[in-house]
């Protein structure tokens, strides 16, 4: 059975970091790309990064190239986005989410994901 368990939201003030860990089980990442989503109330959920298991490659949406940084542990089946110089803005649920993936390059698109986390909130305020 495919579970993916977000952790590591919280408060922050501005400027600072945080990191979060998306824990996958029920299927091996070689084959799949994990992103990172987020939401805020009346918004639809935003693509953030996303990273292809097998290579590594990844993908940022513009507002936070530069900023975050997502990375693989295959081994331990963990996903991490490194989320530095926090906005206001960039509060949300942040979700991570799994699709088997081919030879393209991951997608930043919601609909290409089928599994998806539970959401960990990240609130970045002074």
């Known amino acids: 059975q495919v579970q993916l368990v977000e952790s590591g939201g919280g408060l922050v003030q501005p400027g600072g970091s945080l990191r979060l860990s998306c824990q996958a089980s029920g299927f091996n990442l070689d084959f799949y790309a994990i992103g990172w989503f987020r939401q805020t109330p009346g918004k639809e959920r935003e693509g953030v990064s996303c990273?292809?298991?097998?290579?590594?490659?990844?993908s940022y949406v513009d507002p936070v190239e530069g900023r975050f940084t997502i990375s693989r542990d295959n081994a331990k089946k963990t996903v991490y986005l490194q989320m530095n110089s926090l906005k206001p803005e960039d509060t949300a649920v942040y979700y991570c989410a799994a699709y088997r993936i081919f030879f393209e390059g991951c997608s930043l698109s919601s609909r290409m994901y089928d599994y998806w986390g539970q959401g960990t909130q990240v609130t970045v305020s002074s």
């Open positions: 990273i292809k298991g097998r290579d590594g490659s990844t």
